[in-house]
């Protein structure tokens, strides 16, 4: 696959569509050097965003906790990132809205910077490899924990959030497995590095309370369905020992979609029956056209 910035196509960037190499920014921008920015990914599904306008108010929101104001309303952005699946002739792939601070000071304090705003989309299979998601994926738990909500803010979906992340990833794929589990600020379970989990433990399914990471849209359209196959939730704080109690185990998120996992650390797990109805029943709602409202 060539580079992201040596491909064809269009990105939408600050209120038009330009030809995607020339979606540039200036190397003295103040998202790059102090992590002003925050980011969306989505998917869409046989020509449809799946859950477009939860993803585009994320953004503002996560942009929010920045103090940043995004100069397009939710109604704009849902539309740019329509507009931009249609100009790359796209029906399924992912999207990535970006927004980031200026140029204009490149200081700490970065009060009168232009707030920037970009989209582009591409064609993503599937996160981690086919084979591997079928017999679940390796991870491995990182020493990195994630930070308390009150040293970050775990709510938003911004680029400095990702530091930590890209550390566990790359540590956990250099000793031969697929992704890391993260542990919060109190040594609890959180989640993956790009997805939040699950347990089933004797027919319940078992989620951590995402106070200090992000309440994933994918996680909250698991619970959804969860309740609708009548399958009992916790959603709760979950030790890491707890862990060996667990018969399956899975991931889930926008680019993850539902992935099982085969194992964390020494534990194994074989995906199974509840893991099959969940990943399908997502798998029906995200191709399943929404209510015109
Ligand atoms: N946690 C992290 C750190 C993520 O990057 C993601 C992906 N956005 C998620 C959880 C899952 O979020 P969502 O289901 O909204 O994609």
Not at 101 to 127: C, F, K, L, N
Request: net charge negative; proline share 5%; hydrophobic share 40%.
């Amino acid at each position: 696959m060539p580079s992201f910035d040596q491909r064809d196509g269009y990105i939408w960037l600050d209120g038009q569509l330009v030809a995607w190499r020339e979606a540039q920014l200036h190397v003295l921008s103040h998202g790059l050097h102090y992590a002003s920015c925050v980011f969306e990914g989505n998917r869409a599904y046989n020509g449809e965003i799946f859950r477009l306008t939860d993803h585009s108010q994320r953004l503002i929101d996560s942009a929010m906790f920045l103090d940043m104001s995004i100069p397009y309303s939710r109604d704009e952005l849902d539309e740019a990132c329509q507009q931009v699946l249609r100009a790359n002739n796209l029906t399924d792939g992912y999207l990535r809205p970006v927004a980031w601070r200026g140029s204009e000071m490149m200081a700490v304090s970065a009060q009168d910077t232009t707030i920037h705003v970009a989209i582009a989309a591409w064609t993503w299979p599937s996160y981690f490899n086919p084979e591997i998601k079928t017999r679940g994926i390796r991870m491995q738990t990182s020493s990195w924990r994630r930070p308390a909500p009150d040293t970050s803010p775990t709510q938003a979906k911004w680029a400095g959030g990702y530091a930590i992340l890209t550390l566990a990833k790359h540590r956990a794929e250099k000793e031969g497995y697929q992704d890391a589990l993260t542990l919060d600020y109190r040594g609890n379970v959180a989640e993956a590095t790009g997805a939040n989990i699950f347990l089933i433990i004797d027919g319940v399914l078992h989620t951590p309370d995402p106070d200090s990471f992000l309440n994933g849209l994918t996680r909250q359209t698991i619970l959804t369905l969860a309740q609708e196959l009548q399958i009992p939730v916790r959603v709760r704080r979950i030790a890491p020992a707890e862990l060996a109690q667990a018969q399956e185990v899975f991931i889930v998120g926008t680019a993850a979609e539902v992935t099982p996992v085969g194992c964390i650390d020494d534990l194994t797990f074989t995906p199974g029956d509840i893991t099959k109805r969940l990943s399908e029943a997502y798998s029906d709602t995200v191709r399943s056209k929404p209510a015109k409202q």
